[in-house]
C-alpha cells in the first residue's frame, strides 16, 4: 500500500536551512485531498466514489459535493496518486509505487 503522510516529498523537510527551502517550488497539498487518500486507504486503497463520499461525510459530519469529491480524484489520478480502475466505473485505487529497474551498472563513486 502507497503510503500517504507525506505526499509528494520523499525527503523530509524539517532542518532544511532557509536559504535552501527559499528556492524550492514547494506545493501544500490540498487538505481535502490528503483526506480522500486517507479514506481509500481505509477501504484497503480500492474504493468507489459513493463510498468515499459516505465515509467523508461520517469522518467529518461535511457534505461534500460530488463534483468536488470527484474533481479532486481526478487531479490526484493525473499526480498519480490514484488510479481508476479498469473496466469499472467510479471506482479509484491507491498507485503503488514500482521499484524502477536501471537497465546498467550504477556508479556509487559518483555524487550524483
Do not use: C, W
Not at 62 to 91: D, E, P, W
Not at 93 to 105: A, C, H
Amino acid at each position: 500500500m502507497a503510503e500517504i503522510k507525506d505526499l509528494g516529498y520523499r525527503e523530509s523537510l524539517e532542518g532544511l536551512p532557509q536559504e535552501l527551502l527559499d528556492s524550492l517550488t514547494i506545493t501544500k497539498i490540498n487538505p481535502l485531498d490528503k483526506e480522500l487518500l486517507e479514506i481509500i486507504k481505509s477501504f484497503d486503497g480500492v474504493a468507489t466514489l459513493d463510498e468515499i463520499a459516505i465515509r467523508h461525510y461520517r469522518k467529518t459530519n461535511k457534505i461534500a459535493k460530488r463534483s468536488l469529491i470527484n474533481n479532486r480524484l481526478l487531479a490526484l489520478v493525473k499526480k498519480h496518486y490514484l488510479s481508476k480502475k479498469a473496466g469499472q466505473k467510479g471506482v479509484y485505487e491507491i498507485v503503488e509505487k514500482q521499484q524502477i529497474e536501471v537497465p546498467f551498472p550504477v556508479d556509487n563513486d559518483v555524487p550524483f
